[in-house]
């Protein structure tokens, strides 16, 4: 195994993201990522060029830069599926991960009776368990929740005694945001489906950091946030399978997803397109394109082993403090830790009096820390321009902080 500690590690990509250069200057160093990422030169020139050359709605005008616009959005969609590997009719875009589960937390409704179960895992992000409790209690169905092992793991053999005949649907996270373990999903989801379960991945961090693709899982839906993707807020995406997507009804009414509407009824167009009402987020959608080209450019297995390195650094720095206390051991990208004896927002104070932006508090899984015992965590989260200098200056402010406060 490669020793990283000694290392030092600095990023190609880090000069793309202007972000990263004006944040240095202030002496401030990024670690947040898993919350949203900066964004490459790539993604805000294509905003400029956008705004600059003329705004036009999708799917409506008759005029040149309708025309174009239109063209450039559904290129968008098409770079999306490319993402994940899917084609373009798979693809429905939403504001986020967020309101893509939402939504099929709405349109799986009539598929849960009484007494169904509703499988989702004990480390959910509030964006996967709460649509999914609302729907139990309105159903009045059983929202089970698979078990973790004590280093934080997925209880694999409690998994499998939980989904059941009785499963309707399983909705999972591919990537913790709190412990940055890999859930192993695609036999769960396997086994969902041999009960005829509809199947859901959460893919807001795996998006970002893993190579699986929602076929190569097998599921039925899988959603993202462009935001976490080096994309702009504001838009997301659904990608379901076409049976999966016929399954679903119009979930919000009114222009673009109609086909023909009279004043006492109106036909809708066909799935997937009828669940995408209104005028879309067009800008970030044609930015979100960019960034993700701009990826696609690049060495994407360059970039996961920069990210592993980093991350095996992060590990060792903390192995060598003996008051820092894992959540976890991560697979990928991010570590929550707690310090002995201090609360984790007085030592994010004094992370950030000296530059250092992370994340302090239950990173919207209150449940999960419930579970694990502990009040709060500070987290770490890393990405492709972070380097060894953002990790210096992160253990240095650290061990400053921990000398006022111990
Ligand atoms: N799921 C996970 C695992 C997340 O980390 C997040 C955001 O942090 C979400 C869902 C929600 O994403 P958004 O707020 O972009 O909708």
């Given at each position: 195994?490669?020793?990283?500690?000694?290392?030092?590690l600095?990023?190609?990509?880090?000069?793309?993201?202007p972000?990263?250069?004006?944040l240095?200057?202030?002496?401030?160093?990024?670690?947040?990522?898993?919350?949203?990422?900066?964004?490459?030169?790539?993604?805000?020139?294509?905003?400029?060029?956008?705004?600059?050359?003329?705004?036009?709605?999708?799917h409506?005008?008759q005029y040149?830069?309708?025309?174009?616009?239109?063209?450039?959005?559904?290129?968008?969609?098409?770079?999306?599926?490319?993402?994940?590997g899917?084609s373009?009719?798979?693809?429905?875009?939403?504001?986020?991960?967020?309101?893509?589960?939402?939504?099929?937390?709405?349109?799986l409704?009539?598929?849960?009776q009484?007494?169904?179960e509703?499988?989702?895992?004990?480390?959910?992000?509030?964006?996967n368990?709460?649509?999914?409790q609302q729907?139990?209690?309105r159903r009045?169905?059983r929202?089970?929740?698979?078990?973790?092992?004590?280093?934080?793991?997925?209880d694999e053999?409690?998994?499998?005694?939980?989904?059941?005949?009785?499963?309707?649907?399983?909705?999972?996270?591919?990537?913790s945001n709190?412990l940055?373990?890999?859930?192993?999903?695609?036999a769960?989801?396997?086994?969902?489906?041999?009960?005829?379960?509809?199947?859901?991945?959460d893919?807001a961090?795996?998006?970002?950091?893993?190579?699986?693709?929602?076929?190569?899982?097998?599921?039925?839906?899988?959603?993202?946030?462009?935001?976490k993707?080096?994309?702009?807020?504001?838009?997301g995406?659904?990608?379901?399978?076409?049976e999966?997507?016929?399954?679903?009804?119009?979930?919000?009414f009114?222009?673009?997803?109609?086909?023909?509407?009279?004043y006492?009824?109106?036909?809708f167009?066909?799935?997937?397109?009828?669940l995408?009402?209104?005028?879309?987020?067009?800008?970030?959608a044609?930015?979100?394109?960019?960034?993700?080209?701009?990826?696609?450019?690049q060495?994407?297995?360059?970039?996961?082993?920069?990210?592993?390195a980093?991350?095996?650094?992060?590990?060792?720095?903390?192995?060598?403090r003996?008051?820092?206390?894992?959540?976890?051991?991560?697979?990928?990208?991010?570590?929550?830790?707690?310090?002995?004896g201090c609360?984790?927002?007085d030592?994010?104070?004094?992370?950030?009096?000296q530059?250092?932006?992370l994340?302090s508090g239950?990173?919207?899984?209150?449940?999960?820390?419930?579970?694990?015992?502990?009040?709060?965590?500070?987290?770490?989260?890393?990405?492709?321009y972070n380097?060894?200098?953002?990790?210096?200056?992160?253990?240095?402010?650290?061990?400053?902080?921990?000398?006022?406060?111990?």
């Amino acid at each position: 195994m490669t020793d990283y500690s000694a290392v030092r590690l600095q990023s190609p990509w880090r000069k793309d993201f202007p972000a990263l250069t004006h944040l240095r200057e202030h002496n401030q160093t990024y670690l947040d990522s898993a919350a949203t990422s900066q964004k490459p030169q790539a993604m805000i020139d294509n905003l400029r060029d956008y705004y600059q050359q003329g705004a036009a709605n999708v799917h409506r005008g008759q005029y040149w830069r309708a025309d174009t616009v239109t063209a450039a959005f559904e290129r968008s969609r098409e770079q999306v599926a490319r993402w994940l590997g899917a084609s373009a009719e798979q693809i429905v875009f939403t504001r986020g991960t967020t309101e893509a589960l939402n939504l099929l937390a709405y349109q799986l409704e009539s598929h849960v009776q009484p007494d169904d179960e509703i499988v989702i895992s004990a480390l959910e992000h509030h964006a996967n368990l709460l649509p999914w409790q609302q729907l139990a209690q309105r159903r009045q169905a059983r929202l089970v929740v698979l078990p973790l092992t004590a280093e934080g793991r997925l209880d694999e053999q409690a998994a499998h005694a939980l989904i059941t005949e009785r499963t309707r649907i399983l909705a999972i996270s591919q990537l913790s945001n709190v412990l940055g373990v890999q859930l192993p999903i695609k036999a769960l989801i396997q086994r969902a489906k041999s009960f005829g379960a509809w199947t859901v991945v959460d893919g807001a961090q795996g998006a970002v950091h893993l190579p699986e693709t929602p076929e190569s899982l097998g599921c039925d839906f899988y959603a993202l946030s462009a935001h976490k993707l080096y994309g702009p807020e504001g838009i997301g995406a659904l990608y379901g399978r076409a049976e999966a997507f016929e399954a679903l009804t119009p979930w919000q009414f009114g222009g673009e997803m109609v086909e023909q509407a009279q004043y006492q009824k109106a036909q809708f167009r066909a799935m997937p397109m009828a669940l995408e009402a209104g005028t879309p987020a067009i800008g970030p959608a044609l930015g979100w394109a960019a960034s993700l080209s701009y990826l696609q450019d690049q060495d994407l297995t360059a970039i996961a082993q920069h990210e592993h390195a980093l991350l095996q650094q992060l590990l060792a720095g903390f192995a060598r403090r003996p008051h820092i206390q894992l959540l976890a051991k991560p697979d990928h990208a991010l570590a929550s830790f707690i310090v002995s004896g201090c609360h984790s927002h007085d030592v994010s104070q004094l992370l950030s009096e000296q530059g250092v932006s992370l994340r302090s508090g239950r990173h919207c899984a209150h449940p999960l820390f419930q579970a694990l015992g502990h009040p709060s965590a500070l987290r770490v989260s890393l990405a492709l321009y972070n380097d060894s200098d953002d990790l210096q200056h992160f253990f240095c402010a650290l061990d400053n902080a921990l000398e006022l406060l111990q």
